[in-house]
Every structure is written in C-alpha cells, then in structure tokens.
C-alpha cells in the first residue's frame, strides 16, 4: 500500500535540499589473500629477459609471423565483437541511468471543432459551427533523487560497465594466448614431421645397407623386412602429425576470423628460446588481471544495489510542472491573457508491503556476499595459475637439460650400433632398438620444447599480458559521450 501526500512550495523546497543525502553502504574493496613472495621462482638463476613492457607481450618471441596473426585478433575475431558489443551495451545502460537526474519535459498540442445540427450543418467558413478550442502545453515532471536511488543505481551501473570494459581485456587476451599456444603446437607439429622425415632417411640408408648385407650373405631376410617395416612405419607417424597440425592451423583461422578453407601456414623451424615473463611482486597481481578487475568491479556494482534496495524505505518526490496557452483560435492562441500554468508536487510511501523491501535487501547484501567470495576466489585462482606456470618452466627446464644430454647419447649410441652391424659384430635388432630410441627421444625434447613454450604463454596470460586496472575507463569516460547506436 503505498501513502500520496501534497506539499506546499516552502516543504517541497526543504525536501529538495534533502538531495544530497545517499542511503547504503559506500564501497571499500574488501581485502584479498595476497602472498608475500612467489613460491616457485628460486628455480631461475638469471635475470628473466625483461617482456611485455616494451610493446605487445608476444614480441618477446621475435616471430613475425606470430605478430601478424595476433594483430588480426582485434580486426576479426568474433568472440572479441561480442565482448565490445556488450561494453557498449553495459554504457548505454549508464546512459539511461545518468538520464533520471533530469526532469522529463512533454508538449502536447491538439486543436477541435464542435458544432450542432448534426455534420450538414457544420461549416468551416462559419454559419452553423459553434465551439473550437486550441490547446499548447508543455508538462515537465522531475523525479527528486532524496535519498540517492538514481545515484546508487548509476553508480551501480558505471561499475557493472567498468566491470564489461575488463571482461573485454580479458576475451582480447584470451584471444590473444590461444593464438600463441596453438601456433607453437602448430610449429611443434612441424618439427616432429621433421624428425620424422629425418628418421625416414636415415631408415632408408640402414635399410640399403641391410640389403646389401643380405645380397652378400651375411645378413638374414628378416633384417631386411624388419628395416622395411620401421622405414614404413616412421613414414605412416609423420603423416599421422599432419592430423593435428591441419586441427591447429584450422583453429587459428577461426580466431582470426577467417574460413579455416581460406587460411595456410607454410612449415616453418619452431624456435628454441623460451622467454620468461618476470612475475614481480605478488601485490601488483590483483592490478594486472583483468579478471580480476572485473571481480572486483562487480563486487563494486552490487554495493550500490543495496543502497538502491534500502532507498526503497524513504518516500519518492516527485515534482511535476505545466505551462501553455488554450484559446478558441489559432490566431489568438500564444496571447498572454490564454496563458495556463500549473506547479505542484507529491510525496509518495509505501507503509506496507508484507516484508518486500526487507527481503531485496536481504537479497541485495546476500549477492554482494557472495561476489565477494568470488573476488577472493578470483584473486587466489589467479595466483595458482602464476605458481604453476613458474613451477613448469622451473621443470620443464632442467627437464630439458636432462632431455639435450639424453638425445646426444642416444645418436651416438646409435651411431655406434650401425658401425658394430656393419662389422658383423651385433645383430640387426641392435639396429632397430638404438634407432628407435634415439627418434623416441628426439621426439621427446620437441615435446618438451613445446610445453615450456606453452607454459612461457600461460604465465604471461596468468600476469595479465601487461595489461593494468589503470587501463580500465574511469566513471567520467563512461558516463562522457554516450555510445551512438550501432548498425548491422
């Protein structure tokens, strides 16, 4: 039930200097769990090559064919549009919210004729017509926010675009380390076509000899089927890669926004230098996350929805306001004597609902409560992703060492078998076995290779990608120049 009451101008005047007041809480970032130090960063014995400040995060890889696939991410990739469109959406929503601080201003004309004697007596040249009357009117009605609903509700919203603005970072960077990731297993693919090819080669040459062993005598037929079979099967795995190579390289064409039918890589070495992003103090993290940022500006956003459910309590003002001109014709219409004019306001409050208000508001605090949660859940999912990163590149490289000093080994070991098949001295399994090993860890460095280069993307996406929450819109450029209305 809701109570209407009429002021006078003295009380309508002393309401209005009530204006200034905003009911509920006003917004404090609550803490976060921020660690002291990193964990996994004592495994790194030089300074990491400085990334990400001196230009685009990906530059650091020195591959141009990797900085003209990112830079198509913001022309054309559709996951992107849909973000940038809901950014312009969350300032339009601004827009309207921004338009409640001002009064709403109607004009109404209309003009009639009345006779009598019914429609074959009137005449528009005189005789029979006896009334017209012409009206103008122009009516403003004001909303007066007392106790900062309007407000609330705007700043609301200015947090809630802010909040779109990171969620647009955070698609673009996304984006940007799906790129990257699938263009290095791309690569990766490419290398292992390449020792597989290598093998196929070096097969083929053992297989000669083992031909000509069996010409001779001195070897048996088996051998030569046995080499006969590894060359088959090294050639049947390189064209198997190529599976997966045509997946990656389809992939990248749908990020870049293009028909995976019009889009090719050409084959290409994957490079050997894994860059590593330095992680700096943990602190800056939750400045450096645009997922993070839009946690928090959530979290922002539902704060002032309580004080928008709390102003429900307080009555609403309403001013309203009119002013014209009403004549019996058009000629004399905007004299000063048919001049009309009408100011008055009313105060309405509702004094019973059954518990409604009490409930959004309950409802209001539950929904901060838990976007709160999700901030901190945010905050420490963010520092998981950097710890396990830096704790793979750790691995990964001494991994690595360990895995460079294996594949030197297993090709001299290799060597060495040929040489002592050739001299009669083993078997041809020998041959088999030690060629065997060495392409299996061959194969098993280029894996590596590629994970530590996937895991040098995953930290750099995990820092943020040198992105900065002083990149975020302000509320003044979000409520300045309202967005025009798009077309398709």
């Not at 601004?94 to 009137?122: C, I, Q, W």
């Not at 860059?275 to 993070?292: H, I, Y």
């Not at 963010?382 to 691995?395: H, R, T």
Request: net charge negative.
């Amino acid at each position: 039930m809701k109570r209407t009451l009429a002021f006078s101008a003295p009380a309508l005047s002393a309401l209005v200097l009530l204006a200034g007041c905003t009911v509920g809480p006003d917004y404090k970032r609550p803490p976060a769990p921020v660690p002291a130090a990193y964990k996994e960063t004592g495994w790194k014995t030089a300074e990491p090559q400085e990334a990400i400040s001196r230009g685009p995060w990906w530059s650091i890889y020195d591959d141009p064919v990797l900085d003209g696939l990112e830079r198509q991410i913001d022309i054309s990739n559709q996951n992107l549009k849909a973000a940038e469109a809901a950014y312009v959406q969350a300032r339009a929503v601004v827009a309207e919210g921004v338009s409640g601080y001002f009064p709403t201003l109607s004009v109404t004309g209309s003009g009639t004729r009345s006779g009598h004697g019914g429609p074959s007596s009137v005449s528009f040249g005189g005789g029979s017509v006896s009334n017209s009357a012409v009206d103008l009117t122009a009516d403003a009605s004001w909303s007066v926010d007392l106790w900062g609903r309007i407000r609330r509700t705007v700043e609301s919203d200015v947090a809630n675009a802010q909040a779109t603005a990171a969620d647009l970072a955070n698609a673009r960077l996304s984006a940007q380390a799906q790129v990257a990731t699938l263009y290095f297993e791309l690569r990766a693919a490419d290398e292992e076509v390449r020792l597989l090819d290598a093998s196929v080669t070096a097969f083929t040459q053992s297989l000669q000899i083992t031909r000509n062993q069996y010409a001779a005598g001195v070897a048996a037929q088996a051998d030569v089927v046995n080499a006969e079979t590894q060359v088959e099967q090294t050639r049947s795995q390189a064209i198997a890669v190529g599976v997966q190579r045509a997946q990656f390289e389809h992939a990248i064409a749908t990020l870049i926004g293009k028909p995976a039918s019009d889009f090719a890589l050409a084959t290409a070495p994957i490079t050997s230098s894994v860059p590593v992003a330095p992680p700096g103090v943990p602190s800056t993290l939750l400045e450096r996350r645009p997922d993070v940022a839009a946690a928090e500006r959530i979290m922002a956003s539902a704060n002032a929805q309580i004080g928008i459910a709390i102003a429900a309590y307080y009555p609403d003002l309403t001013l309203t306001g009119s002013y014209g001109f009403s004549s019996t014709g058009l000629a004399k219409l905007l004299r000063a004597s048919n001049s009309l004019w009408s100011a008055g306001g009313s105060l309405a409050e509702t004094v019973f609902d059954a518990g409604l208000r009490g409930a959004q508001v309950a409802a209001a605090k539950a929904t901060y409560n838990g976007d709160v949660a999700n901030y901190r859940q945010t905050v420490l999912t963010a520092f998981q992703q950097v710890e396990d990163e830096l704790a793979a590149l750790g691995i990964l490289a001494r991994q690595a060492e360990v895995q460079a000093n294996t594949v030197r080994l297993a090709r001299e070991a290799e060597r060495l078998t040929l040489n002592q098949y050739e001299g009669g001295t083993v078997p041809y399994t020998s041959v088999l076995t030690a060629q065997t090993t060495r392409l299996n860890n061959e194969v098993t460095a280029n894996t590596i290779l590629q994970e530590r280069l996937l895991a040098s993307v995953s930290l750099i996406e995990a820092l943020g990608g040198g992105w900065s929450a002083s990149d975020l819109p302000s509320a003044e450029q979000v409520k300045a120049d309202p967005p025009a209305e798009t077309t398709r």
